[in-house]
């Protein structure tokens, strides 16, 4: 793999050369405390010291809501209007891997177009972090990344050491050739290894993800599952947060005026209460507990057994974001045997059902 | 007059008639509305009524007074399907929070005193379907723009209607708000059924519930998490109370009971 230096102050003028071809997005800060990715027109909107954003940056692949097609009794029109050239930069390896198993996800059995054409025409351009208190990945083994972007840039003190890791990411470089350095030294290699070491041993949350897979299917009927199903709220936040959750419903919305209707593709939670009704009212989870078992079930045991990796890259999403402390810190650690202090762990005291 | 096209009514009960101003307000579609259907019955568009027969009724308002109830009644009678708009008719609205007969007479009393009503009897204020069978509901305060014409459009071209309650914080995360609750405010996005966009948690300000309860919404734990963050039992019961009408009345007698 070619890697190249990118000295700080190159960094803007190589984002501006690209962003003429194509969207750019970036991380942004919205008031103090939080970070979205959007759609970059002036450079300065990016803060790339951020750790987590509200929402993964599949948001940008496929949004909240498409149109897949129109359809009236006589014509049928695909509708691809979401998909662009874009360029996201400042992903994190949690979140590359997020999109590795997306990738994976919409190809595996059944190829997506709706997913791919959007992700074949995004490139992806990852960045260095630090852990904080709610970041888990390297427990699951997504804190470095080796693979699924097109540039990787890691900054070290004021360089950038830069991986590529794609044609179309050495196509970037070459766009601006002469901003890069291809003279990486023994001692750039040695400061960004001794940075690596110092960024392991600053992870402050622990999982044995190795055994989550088998503890799921001894403890199924643990009453850890009714104490969770007592305290969620049903509100979906957890899996509209999660990197890796992709489930979707289709409306179909007929057009007032048109002799078309206009089907439309949303993004669905499967810890919301309707998300398993099927025709005639029939709800197959319709308990809360079990609509976490099955989530908590993808996320520490399915996803292994399907792709070789957990469903969980390790990205604290879930645990900045439920209200009720119920997210793969608390339900793991629990699951692996260990009295979490969580609501609710507390609420099991005071309310019976 | 048959002209293949579905015969509408539009009423309004106890309300601010403002459902029936947000059907007026959607511009840029009230031809193709006024064309697409023949209608019968909006008072607030036209003074002109008719006591045909009708495929559809729309209605809004909580029922609040005895003439209420004969009206209601009548419509359910006179239409093939009716559907609930807006939270006064599919909650109760503000208007129903005093559920409770005693407290709801003092209250009147209150208001009216002794002064004898004529034309009707004042009763306590509830939905519609604490009276007649509703055949689908679209809450909001005022209903949205949105999910009126979906329904709207779905029906009258022969359609079922398309109901998929989810709460508050489906929209709110979307907006990529960080949570109020995880930030001590109480924030009531979980229990409300979604719709407006999350509007208030987009501004900082916490969902005060405006559009009603939500399917499914588990009152017990946000009650309880509230409780812990340091609110005050009543204060937490009566954000409640404020747009849940008559839905939450056994709830808050259940609190009641475990509280003793
Ligand atoms: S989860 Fe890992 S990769 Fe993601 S922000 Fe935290 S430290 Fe970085
Ligand atoms: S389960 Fe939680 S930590 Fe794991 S990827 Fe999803 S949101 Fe992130
Ligand atoms: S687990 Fe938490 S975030 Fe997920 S639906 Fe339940 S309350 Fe919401
Ligand atoms: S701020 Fe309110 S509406 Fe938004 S996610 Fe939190 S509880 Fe739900």
Known sequence: MKIVKLKKENLFPFLEEISKEADLWAPTKVESDRHKFQAIDDLDQIDIEYTRTILPPRKIILPPTINMFQASDKEYKEDFSHVSKKIIFGIHPCDLHGLLIMDNFFTHEFYDPYYMESRKNTLLLGHSCWPDENCLCKSTRTHIIKEGYDLFFSKIDDTYIVWIGSSKGDDLIRAKEDLFEEDISDKDIKKYTEWGDERDKAFQTEINFDSLRDLMELKYDDPLWKKVGNACLACGSCTNVCPTCNCYNIQDRPVLGENYSEIKRCWDACTLENYSEVAGGENFREKRSDRLKLWYTHKFQVYITEYGKPGCVGCGRCISTCPVDINVKTVGKSLDGEKVDSFWNRLDKEVTK | ?260
């Open chain 2, 1 to 260: 007059m048959n002209n293949g096209k579905l015969k509408i009514g539009i009423f309004e009960l106890t309300g601010c008639a403002g459902d029936a101003l947000l059907i007026l307000d959607c511009e840029k579609e009230l031809l193709d509305i006024f064309k697409a259907v023949d209608i019968q019955v909006f008072l607030m568009a036209s003074s002109e009524v008719t006591d045909e027969k009708l495929d559809i009724a729309l209605v809004e308002g909580s029922v609040s007074t005895e003439k209420e109830i004969e009206e209601l009644k009548d419509i359910r009678e006179r239409a093939e399907v009716v559907v609930a708009i807006g939270i006064c008719a599919t909650v109760g609205g503000i208007q129903a929070r005093f559920t409770d007969p005693k407290e709801w007479e003092n209250k009147y009393k209150e208001v009216y005193g002794d002064i004898e009503m004529t034309h009707t009897k004042a009763v306590p204020s509830k939905p519609i379907d604490a009276y007649i069978t509703v055949d689908t509901y679209l809450p909001g305060c005022p209903i949205g723009k949105d999910q009126f014409l979906n329904l709207f459009t779905r029906v009258v071209k022969g359609n079922l209607p398309e109901r998929y309650p989810r709460p508050v914080c489906v929209t709110c995360k979307y907006n990529e708000n960080d949570c109020l609750l995880n930030k001590g405010i109480a924030c009531l996005g979980p229990l409300t059924e979604d719709g407006c966009g999350s509007i208030c948690p987009n501004h900082n300000v916490p969902c005060f519930g405006c559009w009603g309860p939500v399917e499914g919404a588990n009152l017990t734990s946000e009650y309880h998490l509230l409780q812990e963050k340091g609110f005050d039992i009543e204060a937490i019961k009566k954000q409640m109370a404020n747009y849940s009408g008559t839905k939450l009345v056994e709830f808050f007698k259940q609190l009641k009971k475990e509280s003793k």
